[in-house]
């Protein structure tokens, strides 16, 4: 198993309408995802953040997510109900792509980002 480095190329900043966990899927409600197979919005960077905070985000690139589960290099994932990386199933919202094998749950894996479509305010 490969070292997991990330490459973003678009790093956002949000504020945090609830506590932000370092390396989990972020939601269009500026918190972390927090249902299984939604759309997600981009990845919390290397810091947990307080409700009410600037928090930054990688919404374009590769990131590092924790693996909720073992997952392997071409894996489809979606996020947990804890904004973790699983393996996606039809109902989900693809998040990304598995670049390198990840076999320790609770581990970053590095994702290539699907990016989200445009939401209209």
Do not use: W, Y
Not at 24 to 45: E, Q, W
Not at 54 to 64: D, E, K, M, N, Q
Not at 73 to 90: E, F, H, R, W, Y
């Amino acid at each position: 198993m490969g070292l997991h480095t990330e490459k973003p190329e678009l790093i956002r900043s949000a504020i945090a309408a609830g506590a932000i966990t370092k390396r989990r899927f972020i939601s269009f409600a500026d918190v972390v995802c927090g249902t299984i197979g939604i759309l997600v919005k981009g990845v919390s960077r290397e810091e947990d953040t307080d409700s009410g905070k600037s928090f930054a985000f990688v919404s374009r690139g590769t990131a590092l997510v924790e693996a909720g589960e073992a997952l392997v290099k071409g894996d489809k994932v979606a996020t947990s109900a804890l904004g973790k990386a699983v393996k996606a199933v039809a109902t989900n919202h693809i998040a990304g792509t598995v670049m390198r094998d990840q076999t320790e749950v609770g581990q970053p894996v590095e994702i290539l980002l699907n990016e989200a479509p445009s939401v209209e305010v």
